[in-house]
């Protein structure tokens, strides 16, 4: 089966469509206000509008609030809840029940204990492995940063993941190899400016990303 593929930090519906015409499997939106990447809730749930039906959609947030989670819930209607802040084992759980959908919890990763940790989240659905960003990084996701692949090679997570961090259309092909990854997330990879995604470039990057597991078993054989 051909790997999945998201595509976060989509704010415009020029990306949203190149993603679903390249046959990426998901969209992100980030709701979070310092990012160049951030979308206000009326603009996502108008893509999320349009999304439906076509391709999954994820809302990225950061420690969000009850409320701010409400208004995203409520607004957006997204399939999907991605957490990339330092939400709790407990506040995942809780976060989990109010959003009554799945969760993807981003872990940030640095050495094969960050891996292990991860298991400490019952709660979440899928992990997200994301490097984890340097003391001196503005943002806690999003910086094109990759990390050390073989760690997840080495130290299987206990459940199903994407894996993130610097991915672009030249690195795909060897992350998935070195991983075995099922499911990949790019955003600033696919880029020509922060914030400013480029069709072409999402085009070449989920071509990129399906090549590798259609090939898999000829090679194998
Ligand atoms: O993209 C952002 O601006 C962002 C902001 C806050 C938290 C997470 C963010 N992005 C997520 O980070 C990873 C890796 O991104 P990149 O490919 O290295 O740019 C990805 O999951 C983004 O969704």
New binding site residues.
């Given amino acids: 089966m051909a790997v999945q593929v998201?595509i976060?930090?989509i704010k415009t519906e020029e990306a949203l469509e190149a993603a679903i015409e390249a046959g990426a499997d998901f969209v992100?939106f980030?709701f979070?206000a310092k990012?160049?990447?951030?979308v206000d809730a009326e603009t996502a749930g108008r893509l999320a509008e349009r999304a439906r039906g076509r391709i999954r959609t994820v809302a990225?947030l950061?420690d969000p609030s009850d409320a701010d989670l409400d208004r995203v819930l409520t607004t957006v209607d997204p399939d999907i809840i991605?957490l990339?802040?330092a939400e709790t084992p407990e506040r995942v759980a809780e976060i989990r029940i109010q959003a009554a959908r799945p969760v993807l919890k981003?872990v940030k990763v640095a050495t094969a204990a960050d891996i292990v940790a991860a298991s400490a989240f019952p709660a979440a659905d899928m992990f997200?492995f994301?490097?984890k960003p340097a003391k001196t990084a503005s943002?806690?996701?999003?910086?094109?940063?990759?990390f050390d692949w073989p760690l997840l090679a080495q130290t299987p997570p206990d459940r199903p993941y994407?894996l993130?961090?610097?991915?672009t259309t030249d690195n795909i092909s060897e992350a998935i190899r070195v991983t075995g990854a099922q499911a990949v997330?790019?955003?600033?990879?696919v880029e020509r400016a922060p914030?400013e995604k480029d069709p072409a470039a999402i085009r070449r990057f989920v071509q990129a990303a399906k090549a590798v597991t259609e090939r898999m078993p000829i090679e194998a054989a």
């Fill in positions: 998201k976060c930090g992100g980030v979070f990012s160049p990447r951030y990225l950061v991605q990339h802040g981003a997200l994301d490097a943002l806690p996701g999003g910086n094109g940063v990759p994407m993130s961090g610097g991915l997330d790019t955003s600033s990879g914030g």
